[in-house]
């Protein structure tokens, strides 16, 4: 998929692009980890800025989700509806994020990331993040998260 037929977009504060955010939640993540509404309304309160959307013929397919803490930009959620991952999806949202961030004065994106989840560990580290800590038992299942950085 080239850039050409991806749209990168802010996400509707009206709440019309719920329901296919939800979507992409449900089919990315587990129970536990993936976005209620409320998650996704919070993040569009804080830094609208920051909240992005992927569309493809109309529809979205993907997002990412950020907010500034303390001088950096930290990536809350970023997920891709499985039929459209590995086309560049998650690349473009990135980078665009990037853009909006420099735009603020920000030169550091973080995030963080299950110890388990192997392959988004390994997009992240593709992308140039790297790992700088373990935050013990983050997740409410216990499970570590492995934080991660990258300088813009």
Same mark, same amino acid.
């Given at each position: 998929? !080239?850039?050409?037929?991806?749209? #990168?977009? @802010? ?9 296919? =955010? /939800? ?20 993040w ?15 529809r ?13 930009? !930290?990536?809350?959620?970023?997920? #891709?509806? @499985? ?9 473009? =949202? /990135?980078?665009?994020?990037?853009k ?9 994106m ?28 983050f ?12 300088? #813009?």
């Open positions: 998929m !080239n850039a050409d037929e991806i749209t #990168i977009r @802010p996400i509707s504060a009206d709440g019309s692009d719920l329901a296919q =955010l /939800l979507e992409i939640e449900k089919l990315s993540f587990n129970q536990t980890d993936a976005w209620a509404p409320e998650d996704f309304n919070h569009l309160s804080v830094n609208p800025d920051f909240c992005i959307a992927a569309e493809v013929d109309g979205v397919v993907g997002s990412i989700f950020g907010r500034i803490q303390r001088y950096r930009l !930290n990536i809350g959620s970023c997920a #891709i509806h @499985p039929d459209y991952r590995q086309r560049g999806i998650a690349s473009a =949202l /990135l980078q665009e994020l990037g909006r961030a420099k735009a603020f004065s920000i030169h550091q973080d995030l963080e990331v299950r110890a388990s989840n192997t392959g988004s560990q390994a997009f992240w580290q593709a992308m140039g993040f790297e790992q700088f800590k373990v935050s013990p038992a997740y409410p299942d216990g499970e570590d998260a492995l934080l991660m950085h990258i300088k #813009i």
